[in-house]
């Protein structure tokens, strides 16, 4: 089974647009995975029918039991978190470590489980899509990211779907790291900003660290030639092939708006997602 | 006074509304608590006095000498970031919050604590903008504690947080503390999805916000119908036009190259002002 995962360092780049877009492309034989887990928006575009739901347990926080609670402060000093004040815990700094109920002289404090999302198997026109969501604010996104793609695998499994489709998330921290670690191939998505630049970079020592291959798309190329110029530059300096070039096109709006994959829209995106859809297929 | 800058959605111009509104009103701190990717600075190329430091975390330092390889730490540690095999103690320091657990149960105190570094914290000076950034080293998991330290050294009347996008614990370490939260969106679909998220996390925190719609005039009215409904004033829109979007890529400051910006931006800092009392 072969997996790729579409991220990049900056947000807003189109990742979920080209998951789409390929998921219309790879027509039914691949399990699509949004692991873009705090701000999953894969489901506007594929229109999913949930058909299995499961309860995800983040970490685990410790409660304070007023009525044994001596206030002696020796939990809020041990906490490393900040995240105990007046005796009193707050979920949303607590780190689930333990330290306060080992520290707690008089056995107030408790660990307790708690639900910090849900992750679903559906069925979409595209074929079958397992997803996600964490609660606001909630941790552990990594550890959900996980669960997404554990499932996955599990789904294609029992499917027979060789391939699975990841929609990442941006950035180069935890949730990235757990959607990139054993993939195939990661397509990474760019823009010709010095942002974008700057992003593309980082990304791509994360992709080298952890010894994924990365091939880059570079979204609304034509809008700064220049730019597009040192993107590809900096890419055959990294060694890392160009899947697609994209052109701006005020198109890809109107389809997300109706809910259409660019590849069903058609234009001059799609065409070009055609292209880079080849490009991997070729590398796989 | 500290305003965040937040947003569900990546992308969505947080770093081009702090920058601008940094540059417009000047005489404050702007503070990039996107320590993934921190990109506030490159708008500022002039920046004088740049100094950088390294941003150290706890680990555990096991003394394999006193160790007897009782496995207690390992049993004891949330995050599995510690291994006992027969000869040693392996630590997975990447894994590791340093919250001094394994120290506190071995029993043989053969675990003192030392540091490591996972990024670096810098500041700089560019005429009256202080900035001040982290930077998380690749390969790096975790954010949170480097987004901590970065604001801890944040100090001023007005200090401006340019957050990381999503929803998830980085946001809330970006975000907690501010008297205010600018939320920018665009008006799509996925722009007013993530914009419901990050309405849930700011209210959940007591936090006003307010909402900033960039690249008006694409996309559809939800992100519109949404704020009238949920009471949230929009307090700014930046038109989608061609001449931004090509500022941006080449890291100017659009509000310098298009004055009448400027005084948009003003108004922007005086009704987020008047929003938050």
Redesign the interface.
Known sequence: MKQIVVI??????GK?TMTASLATLAEGAAVLADCD???P?LH?ILKPRVLETFDFLG??TALIDPDKCTECGECEK?C??DAISDFVVDP?SC?????CT??CPSEAVSMVDRISGHAYVSETRFGPMVHAD?F???????KLVTMVREISARVAEKEKKDLIIIDG?????????ASITGTDIALVMT??????V??LE?IL??TQ??GVVAMVSINKYD??LE?TGKIEGLCREMGVEIAGKLPFD?GV?EA??S?KTLVEAGGPVGDAIREVWDRIRTKL | MMISVAS?????GK?LVTTNLAASVGGVVLVDC?V??P?SY??FPRREDETCTDCDV?IPVIDDEKCKRCGRCSE?C??NALAVFPKQVLLFKELC?????CA??CPEGAISEGTRAIGKICRARSGDVGLLWGE?S??????TPLIRSVKAEAKGDLVLIDS?????????EAVRGSDFCLLVTEP???GL??LS??V??VR??EIPCGVVVNRSG???RGVYDYCKREEIPILLEIPMN?EI??L????VLFSEAMAEWRDEFVELKRKIEEAAE
Do not use: W
């Not at chain 1, 998330?169 to 790291?177: A, F, M, N, Y």
């Not at chain 2, 919050?97 to 657990?101: A, E, L, R, V």
């Not at chain 2, 941006?248 to 890291?251: D, E, L």
């Open positions: 990049s360092g900056k947000g807003g780049t979920t887990v705090d701000a928006d506007l970490l685990k041990a490393r978190f949303a780190e689930g470590c333990k330290v080992i520290v964490l606001p604010g909630e941790e552990a996104s990594g998330s941006p950035g180069i921290g935890c949730p990235v790291i823009e010709p900003s010095i942002s974008g700057h992003d980082r020592g994360v660290h952890f809008l700064n730019m005020p709006v997300m708006i809910g | 569900g959605k990546g992308g969505t770093t996107d993934e990717e990109n490159l708008f706890m004891f949330a995050y919050h340093g919250c001094g657990g506190l149960v998380l690749v390969g790096e998991p975790m954010a990381p996008p999503g929803t998830a614990c980085p946001v809330i799509t679909p996925f999805y993530d998220i990050a849930q996390v959940g925190m694409v996309g559809d061609r979007a090509e941006y890529s080449r890291g």
